[in-house]
């Protein structure tokens, strides 16, 4: 990393260009776009107001701020790391900035120079004064891009969950567009697509497992993050390398000026955050964990049941969590933040039994575990080139493992000596390390531009699989050692990228760009050109119309079992047999604020992916041979129409969503060539959500939600053939069961309610909550997933069979109660 103040942020060019040579024309394809936009910027009497917006009290950098000069209408937003730039003419001016639960401040001054002007904005008691200025504030109407949906975070806290623990995934899937696995799963299908589309970015590093206990909670502790915002089309030119949809999710930085703490315990887990300064008003840190403890209060159980069977053992489960954030300005120019994260899931099997019979005795050992976690780090350096040019260096380093162990052993002692010994292990081992460096260029040169381009180079290590056995026997001194699978994978992805957020005429707006990625791998390179396009058009009475087009070029793939969504699914890469993924995805829609509380948005949507990838059928994910002959490659569609109200002020907060879509897949080698409907084509799904606040003691949350019923295959009869190690003979117990195509089935509808009370109490030092609600709160039994059955009956002497559904449900009823604290 290089010392703040230096300018070596394009010392990662000459990289890029060495292992992909076309670039350079890319690069300078891009500069001749960005030249005119430049030289415009450079008109006589004009001045750049910049800075950065925060928070008063925690000096927390504000994400979307509103900096606003009356007298002439001009204004920006600030990016995500607060700052703002505003070009203007030489003149007195009138600076109002805004952010939605604060206070507004305004500046007057004659505009002579370039100052540097840094707000710290106060949190809000009363809302009227924020209403005052709510036309300040960019509307949903004003924005070119569409297909984004930004929710506050305390709106999240607010959503009922599942055992009282708040997830970030499982609000996301309350919106429109957004699908889940199944029944208490956070996984996200976006648009038609599969969960290895979603690009979900902690601090900007990719996260490849996102899910804790099976995909029953995500791996986001609410308590640690500041921002959450979801893109599911219309992707401006920055954003690359999945299909689908990007999440992202900034982590607080730390109060500069006191110290704070949070903390809950609920059902199954406990938090506790810390945050305050380091150097009061330049540097803070912020450190956040959560545990679940149901295995530290089952073990006595536990324990007391395996020794009733004669025998002493442990069985357990947990998560954890553990972010931790610091950060310090150097100057009004220069800032560093190092953030990181680590989770992991283990789930762990200690077994200890002994035979005894006269002077022989027999030891039996088994012990077995299940572990999966993620690691991410990420180094950034803020620098201010000028008023008008900030940049963002970032080295990050991410990591993903699964590692599944299963051993036994046996000892043989006759009279107190050990006559024969034997054990056997089972190692299986798989994962991705990605180490990644960007550098990012936010470019104002004047208040109609907001240029954005930059660069990344990313080296992915992929490990498909590796069986690592032992087998020990000292009786006839065996000893054998083998490992089964297949070498590590390394690949390296690049990109560029450049856009512009240009305002045309106070009615037309548009947001335009070019990314370039490349990908090499085993000497096989690939290379893509993705334009991007969103567009907006003012009508009349406030309604804004807007379209989207872009195209994705996604390197990675995820092999998946699609069934719990168990943490045993395989990135891995493009190679010269198995291609990249690609699509391309149009929308049209209309967007109008009503009122000053309340957004509105429809959207219809458009959606070809190619060379999406699937198992062949019969194939699994644990088979010796090459992965790369398992899998199948083929085209998937999606289309349909969403439509989005939310409030996010006032006493009463929420949204209210729907969609109605279609999603199909095809495969020349499944379902003999014919396109079959997506596992989670839903042709309807609606959900509203809101919380209100009785008092300052007491809101309540509600949320409910209806979709329609998954695809699943389904035999429709069955027949006898003949076995055919038998010559022909028929057996009645040979039978085959006829399946016609993939997905015939569905499941019945889902739909459940979720509610919740919170109980606020502020003390002298300190604020209590105490949250009481409960999941499914009318006993729904919806489909987890269903079996088919044989029924037997005996009618006079006679037994008849007959095939029946079963629907297996998960969650019955589930109250929660949960105990929170701020300091």
Request: net charge neutral; no cysteine.
């Given at each position: ?585 149009a929308a049209l829609g209309v967007a109008k604020s009503i009122g000053k509380a309340y957004e509105f948005s429809a959207e219809a949507y458009y959606k070809e992916m190619k060379n999406v990838i699937a198992f062949q059928e019969g194939a699994s994910l644990f088979q010796f041979d090459d992965w790369q002959t398992r899998v199948s490659q083929g085209d998937g569609t999606a289309y349909g129409l969403e439509l989005f109200l939310q409030k996010k002020k006032g006493r009463l907060n929420g949204w209210v969503g729907y969609t109605l879509s279609w999603a199909w897949r095809q495969f020349d080698d499944i379902n003999q060539g014919a396109r079959y409907p997506y596992k989670f084509d839903r042709r309807h799904d609606f959900e509203v959500t809101g919380s209100y606040k009785i008092s300052e003691r007491v809101s309540v949350a509600a949320t409910w939600v209806f979709s329609t019923g998954n695809a699943v295959t389904l035999g429709t009869s069955k027949y006898q053939t003949p076995d055919p190690l038998d010559n022909g003979y028929y057996y009645g117990d040979w039978v085959t069961t006829h399946t016609p195509e993939r997905n015939n089935y569905r499941y019945r509808s889902y739909n459940r309610l979720d509610v919740g009370v919170d109980f606020t109490k502020k003390k002298k030092r300190y604020e209590r909550t105490w949250s009481v609600g409960a999941y499914n709160a009318y006993n729904r039994k919806n489909p987890f997933f269903i079996l088919l059955d044989t029924d037997y009956e005996y009618v ?28």
């Amino acid at each position: 990393m290089h010392p703040p103040g230096q300018n070596t942020n394009i010392a990662i060019f000459p990289f890029l260009f060495s292992r992909f040579p076309s670039l350079p024309a890319i690069v300078l394809t891009t500069a001749g776009l960005l030249f005119p936009i430049i030289s415009f910027s450079q008109a006589p009497d004009r001045y750049t107001v910049s800075g950065y917006v925060s928070d008063a009290s925690s000096g927390e950098r504000l994400i979307g701020a509103t900096v606003a000069e009356r007298k002439s209408g001009q204004g920006t937003v600030t990016n995500t790391y607060g700052f703002f730039s505003l070009t203007l003419p030489a003149d007195s001016v009138l600076i109002y900035v805004t952010y939605i639960g604060y206070e507004p401040q305004a500046f007057s001054f004659l505009l002579k120079d370039n100052p540097v002007l840094n707000v710290n904005l106060h949190s809000s008691a009363v809302l009227k004064e924020v209403e005052i200025v709510a036309d300040k504030y960019e509307r949903i109407e004003e924005r070119a891009q569409m297909s984004r949906i930004d929710v506050p975070i305390e709106q999240i806290k607010r959503v009922p969950a599942i055992l009282g623990e708040k997830d970030v995934l499982k609000a996301l899937q309350l919106l429109p567009g957004v699908a889940s696995g199944g029944e208490g799963q956070a996984g996200l299908y976006v648009r038609g697509g599969s969960p290895d589309q979603n690009l979900i970015l902690l601090d900007g590093v990719p996260v490849y497992n996102a899910s804790h206990l099976f995909g029953f909670f995500s791996v986001f502790n609410t308590d640690a993050i500041k921002d959450v915002s979801l893109t599911k089309g219309g992707f401006p030119a920055r954003y690359g390398g999945r299909l689908s949809s990007v999440v992202e999710i900034n982590m607080k930085e730390g109060n500069e000026n006191e110290f704070h703490g949070e903390g809950s315990i609920s059902t199954v887990a406990s938090k506790l955050t810390l945050e305050g300064p380091i150097q009061k008003g330049k540097s803070s840190f912020i450190v956040s964990g959560r545990r679940t403890y149901i295995d530290v209060l089952a073990r006595p159980l536990i324990k007391s049941g395996f020794k009733s069977d004669g025998s002493d053992g442990v069985a357990g489960y947990y998560f954890y969590d553990l972010n931790a954030k610091v950060n310090h300005r150097f100057s009004d120019k220069d800032r560093l933040y190092l953030s990181f994260y680590t989770g992991k899931d283990k789930f762990y099997l200690d077994l200890e039994e002994r035979d005894e019979y006269g002077g022989e005795r027999n030891e039996y050992t088994t012990n077995s575990g299940l572990g999966w976690g993620n690691l991410t780090s990420a180094l950034r350096w803020n620098h201010l080139l000028s008023p008008r040019l900030f940049a963002n260096t970032t080295l990050t380093y991410s990591r993903y493992r699964f590692d599944t162990k299963a051993a036994s052993g046996d000892k043989e002692f006759e009279n107190g000596n050990l006559l024969d010994e034997s054990s056997y292990s089972l190692h299986y081992f798989s994962g991705i390390d990605d180490v990644a460096a960007k550098v990012d260029f936010d470019f104002v040169p004047n208040p109609r531009h907001l240029v954005k381009f930059g660069a990344n180079a990313i080296v992915h290590t992929f490990s498909p699989g590796r069986f690592e056995t032992k087998i020990i026997e000292t009786e006839d001194d065996t000893n054998i050692s083998t490992v089964i699978g297949q070498p590590k994978i390394n690949a390296t992805e690049v990109a560029l990228y450049a856009e512009d957020d240009w305002k045309v005429t106070d009615r037309f707006r548009v947001n335009y760009g070019l990314h370039a990625s490349g990908f090499l791998v085993k000497n096989n390179p690939y290379f893509s050109l993705q334009p991007r396009l969103n567009a907006r058009y003012m009508l009349d009475r406030g309604w804004a119309l807007k379209g989207a087009f872009s195209t994705m070029r996604q390197y990675i793939h995820l092999l998946t079992n699609e069934t719990i969504g168990l943490p045993t699914d395989l990135w891995l890469p493009t190679t010269e047999i198995v291609k990249p993924q690609d699509s391309w995805q149009a929308a049209l829609g209309v967007a109008k604020s009503i009122g000053k509380a309340y957004e509105f948005s429809a959207e219809a949507y458009y959606k070809e992916m190619k060379n999406v990838i699937a198992f062949q059928e019969g194939a699994s994910l644990f088979q010796f041979d090459d992965w790369q002959t398992r899998v199948s490659q083929g085209d998937g569609t999606a289309y349909g129409l969403e439509l989005f109200l939310q409030k996010k002020k006032g006493r009463l907060n929420g949204w209210v969503g729907y969609t109605l879509s279609w999603a199909w897949r095809q495969f020349d080698d499944i379902n003999q060539g014919a396109r079959y409907p997506y596992k989670f084509d839903r042709r309807h799904d609606f959900e509203v959500t809101g919380s209100y606040k009785i008092s300052e003691r007491v809101s309540v949350a509600a949320t409910w939600v209806f979709s329609t019923g998954n695809a699943v295959t389904l035999g429709t009869s069955k027949y006898q053939t003949p076995d055919p190690l038998d010559n022909g003979y028929y057996y009645g117990d040979w039978v085959t069961t006829h399946t016609p195509e993939r997905n015939n089935y569905r499941y019945r509808s889902y739909n459940r309610l979720d509610v919740g009370v919170d109980f606020t109490k502020k003390k002298k030092r300190y604020e209590r909550t105490w949250s009481v609600g409960a999941y499914n709160a009318y006993n729904r039994k919806n489909p987890f997933f269903i079996l088919l059955d044989t029924d037997y009956e005996y009618v006079n002497g006679q037994t008849t069979e007959r095939s029946v559904l079963k629907q297996i449900s998960l969650f019955p009823v589930i109250p929660y109660v949960s105990y929170s604290f701020k300091f």
